[in-house]
């Protein structure tokens, strides 16, 4: 399969304020070093990697928020210029207008492309019923659990039909029980919207549980360290497939990845500290 989303030796600094190096110009914080991703269309993706490692700029770069130092990003074979209607973003935050009702929220985006404003209430209704919120469209968003509002959210950038729907630990802020009953929620969405997925995460658990592949990143500079494949057969309703055996192999292959990068993160900041 042609893959729809290609980083190519990407590489992403900052320049450090105040900071210099004598004789070589300014100090630089390198975030994301030659970095190499291949993400077929349709595909969900988990990136896990440890604290500061870059996982939130390289969703940035894809989004067109930020542009790379070196390197491209391809989107469908053309290069990443800037944000766009092909990708979409979902936060932790969930970045909600206070004086909008549920129904308003999703609206927004549309408005903003220029969608008519009664394809706009249909459009709207349509994706709240996806994510299981029908009957809340008039609510406001002081009136929604946090689940809620991260499934308006979810259906705000699904609304205006992107092709790569982009996700920043967006259950991260949710108790365990509703993280779950969403990552169920956002995998069925996944499968009836074929939408491709970058999902960044710090849990291991819902990496395995949600990606079809899982990229694991080094310590800072952040680079892809293993692309690990995720096969945990087919999916029945009422299945625990968190307490299954093949789940416990994947998580403990991703956690001894990640434990080696942190552990080498420490040694090198004591190192430095020692300076």
């Excluded at 399969?1 to 304020?17: C, E, G, L, N």
């Excluded at 404003?117 to 029908?134: C, F, H, I, N, S």
């Excluded at 205006?160 to 990552?183: G, H, I, K, N, W």
Aim: hydrophobic share 40%.
């Amino acid at each position: 399969m042609t893959a729809h989303i290609s980083f190519r030796q990407v590489t992403k600094t900052f320049p450090i304020r105040g900071g210099a190096v004598s004789g070589r110009g300014p100090a630089v914080f390198t975030a994301l070093d030659s970095v190499e991703l291949e993400v077929p269309a349709g595909e969900f993706v988990a990136v896990v990697g440890p604290s500061g490692c870059g996982k939130s700029t390289l969703l940035d770069l894809l989004g067109g928020l930020t542009a790379p130092t070196s390197g491209e990003i391809l989107l469908g074979g053309r290069p990443v210029t800037g944000p766009g209607p092909d990708r979409s973003i979902v936060f932790q935050q969930y970045a909600l207008l206070p004086w909008r009702t549920a129904q308003g929220n999703v609206e927004f985006g549309l408005e903003a492309i220029g969608v008519p404003r009664r394809q706009r209430a249909a459009r709207a209704r349509e994706y709240l019923d996806l994510v299981g919120l029908t009957g809340f469209e008039d609510r406001h968003p002081h009136e929604l659990s946090g689940g809620m509002k991260q499934r308006v959210a979810i259906a705000r950038s699904l609304a205006y039909d992107p092709d790569v729907l982009l996700m920043d630990e967006p259950f991260a802020a949710l108790d365990a029980q509703t993280r779950e009953s969403l990552q169920d929620e956002l995998l069925r969405i996944w499968r009836s919207t074929g939408k491709t997925v970058v999902f960044i995460t710090h849990g291991i658990e819902e990496a395995v549980y949600l990606g079809g592949r899982v990229a694991v990143l080094t310590s800072r500079p952040g680079r892809v360290k293993e692309i690990v494949a995720i096969d945990l057969g087919e999916r029945s309703e009422g299945q625990d497939l968190r307490s299954s055996p093949e789940f416990a192999r994947y998580r403990h292959e991703i956690w001894s990845l990640l434990h080696d990068e942190v552990s080498r993160a420490q040694l090198l900041e004591r190192e430095v500290s020692q300076v």
